[in-house]
């Protein structure tokens, strides 16, 4: 972007390096600015003040208005001029005021040159995913001070009145906050060699002393006696598992959110292992994630939806939902198409097609969508047959135009081999 | 962009929300049992009658609140869009009015006192954005007061519109000549200022200096201790 250096216009000289004239910086593209004029271009932004609608709207108001906010903004043009600042010496509608000071902005008459840091920090904090425990603080539910009730000090949920606080997050919690214990919660160290006691602890009796295996061994006891210690057994549930997700414990969290939908709680319970920040967090994380959840709620309760089980025929009940079941249909034919190669792996797979299954919203829906949510439906082990099916049906068709024009059979197998792979444990993922 | 409409005190406009969009404040402050639930947002008015009961079931349901609570809620708010529209297609008499708006709230620790001046004819103006650049110059990281703020100012335009109306109720009933439209306008509706005081420097639309921190937002953040005090005086 061009930069013209405007001169104070009380000066007329056109040496801009003289020390006795400003300097500010306006973008070319405003070249036309003048201080003893209103440009056209003013005029046809701000009709408001050109249109005598109103006697407190006027040529001169305005111009007083933009003089202000670019004489306030050059007394310091390295500090960006927050509209907070002016409009309060300006008397006016601070909805008009405002549009006048964007103009000046867009334009670059004030803030051309001054400190943008602050905005890029703000698009960044928008960026980050806040988990919040609970309702927001603004929203209290307390109990009448006038009510002889004792007030149910248990009440999961619901933020109490000063007594009772849970530990919350607050609105600002980074994510160091959030999952910060989880570092905390690495393992439990050994005292003396203070690394991590996966195989095993032996803990002392008295107090909480802690040598792992290899430092028992060692006869590494401090100025403890052997016999105090007890052997506390494989720790390995202990360590890791905090950490990552494991393929149990992400099935486990698939299935009590598509049974469950977004009661935390009950999801957190199930997945014994993780809390409710973190199963929401990595359902997040989930290509699919988001779907399974919104897909709960609009969910028809008469479905019955509940089966998560083997096999997966006796769970769907037959809704007449024409459209629907033609899309789906299609979806798995598509995924099944010219496939010899089936085995019987894919005997499961046909089942589905000939139940009706009701799908809360249109058939508008993209492929992905549909595939998620039915892999939301089914058990893991149907998914991961019709995952492979799928793949097989793919490197398949990939085959048959190749086999017709070139006859070479071992381009698709050269082609697809390592995509089936990796491709179908995502898909378990 | 369209020019605004010439206006004159004599054109009534429709009753409407004086802002962009149509949302009207609505409050609720609710006590069920040994519980009592207070809050405050927005409303699209447009919006179908249908989402006022699933708002008011995902409300209870979220904060895991009694049952009886989201009958309560949502017959709140639909008293409070029963009155909304019963205004509707009434007129109220608009003409030349700059109205100050106070700010006096606190949300969680921050506390904010504030004026400025708002153009009811000004139907695009929105309290929404003005709220956000407000938190924004002002550094406020709670994301909570945006929308309080423009609650606020909501409130108290919805206030200034039904006030309007009752004066163009009565100055039609006054079947006085336009002095006596004049006279019962400035009695009626104090909070409208004589234009020509507005611009008392010397008609110029630089405020004095001396008024300068009247109009300046102020915004304090509380301690623990002092937001325990601010709450009990409020729910006394």
């Known amino acids: 972007m061009e930069t013209t250096t405007r001169q104070d216009p009380k000066a007329e000289s056109t040496r801009p390096d003289e020390p006795e004239f400003d300097l500010y910086t306006i973008p070319s593209y405003s070249s036309w600015f003048r201080w003893n004029d209103i440009h056209e271009t003013e005029r046809a932004a701000m009709r408001e003040f050109f249109d005598g609608s109103s006697v407190t709207r006027s040529p001169k108001i305005y111009k007083e208005y933009r003089d202000f906010m670019i004489n306030r903004y050059r007394e310091d043009p390295s500090t960006r001029l927050t509209f907070t600042e002016v409009r309060k010496s300006l008397v006016g509608d601070v909805s008009l005021l405002n549009k006048v000071f964007q103009f000046l902005n867009q334009w670059g008459l004030i803030n051309f040159g001054a400190d943008s840091a602050r905005i890029e920090s703000e698009n960044e904090y928008k960026d980050e995913v806040r988990v919040e425990d609970g309702p927001p603080n603004g929203i209290r539910v307390v109990a009448d001070p006038n009510s002889s009730k004792p007030f149910p000090a248990s009440h999961a949920g619901a933020p109490l009145g000063a007594d009772v606080r849970r530990s919350k997050l607050s609105p600002l919690a980074s994510y160091s906050d959030v999952f910060g214990e989880l570092g905390k919660r690495k393992g439990i160290l050994c005292g003396s060699c203070g690394g991590n006691c996966e195989s095993g602890r032996y803990q002392h009796d008295k107090d909480s002393y802690v040598l792992c295996v290899k430092c028992f061994k060692d006869g590494k006891y401090g100025n403890k006696s052997v016999d105090d210690f007890k052997l506390h057994g494989s720790s390995v549930s202990d360590g890791k598992q905090r950490d990552a997700w494991t393929e149990a414990e992400t099935l486990l969290l698939l299935e009590s959110v598509s049974r469950h939908g977004d009661d935390w709680d009950i999801v957190a319970q199930t997945v014994k292992s993780k809390t409710k920040l973190e199963c929401i967090s990595k359902l997040i994380e989930l290509p699919f994630g988001e779907f399974i959840s919104s897909y709960n709620l609009g969910k028809d309760p008469a479905s019955g939806l509940s089966g998560n089980g083997d096999g997966g025929k006796d769970v769907f009940p037959s809704l007449p939902e024409q459209q629907d079941m033609i899309k789906s249909e299609n979806v798995m034919s598509q995924q099944a198409n010219g496939n010899e190669q089936r085995g019987d792996d894919a005997d499961k797979v046909p089942p589905l097609k000939k139940q009706c299954v009701s799908y809360s919203s249109g058939s508008g829906i993209s492929i992905m969508r549909q595939i998620a949510r039915i892999s939301s439906m089914v058990g893991d082990d149907i998914t991961a047959t019709a995952a492979k099916a799928a793949f097989a049906a793919l490197c398949d068709e990939a085959s048959c135009p190749s086999d017709s024009f070139n006859n070479e059979e071992d381009f698709a197998n050269e082609l697809w081999p390592a995509m089936d792979q990796s491709v179908s444990e995502r898909w378990l993922i | ?236």
């Open chain 2, 1 to 236: 962009m369209k020019p605004l409409p010439s206006t004159s005190s004599k054109t009534p406009v429709k009753f409407r929300m004086p802002t962009s969009e149509n949302l009207v404040p609505i409050r609720l402050d609710i006590e069920v049992g040994g519980q009592r639930f207070k809050d405050a947002f927005t409303w699209n008015i447009s919006d179908p009658d249908s989402e006022v009961s699933v708002f008011a079931k995902r409300t209870q349901k979220d904060l895991k609140l009694p049952l009886a609570f989201a009958t309560q809620i949502a017959q709140s708010i639909q008293t409070q869009q029963t009155e909304f529209r019963s205004y509707k297609g009434q007129e109220m008499l608009t003409g030349e009015k700059i109205v100050p708006i106070k700010l006096d709230l606190r949300v969680n620790r921050t506390l904010i006192k504030d004026q400025f001046l708002w153009d009811l004819n000004n139907f695009d103006s929105d309290p929404e954005e003005f709220s956000k650049t407000f938190c924004n110059d002002l550094g406020i990281e709670d994301p909570e007061v945006g929308p309080a703020v423009a609650f606020a100012i909501r409130e108290q335009l919805y206030e200034i519109a039904i006030q309007s109306v009752a004066t163009a109720r009565e100055s039609r009933n006054a079947k006085k000549g336009r002095r006596g439209e004049y006279s019962s306008i400035s009695r009626s509706t104090g909070a409208a200022l004589d234009l020509m005081k507005l611009f008392s420097n010397r008609y110029s639309g630089v405020r004095k200096r001396k008024e300068w921190d009247v109009f300046e937002p102020m915004v304090d953040m509380l301690s623990n201790e002092e937001v325990e005090k601010w709450r009990d005086l409020e729910e006394a």
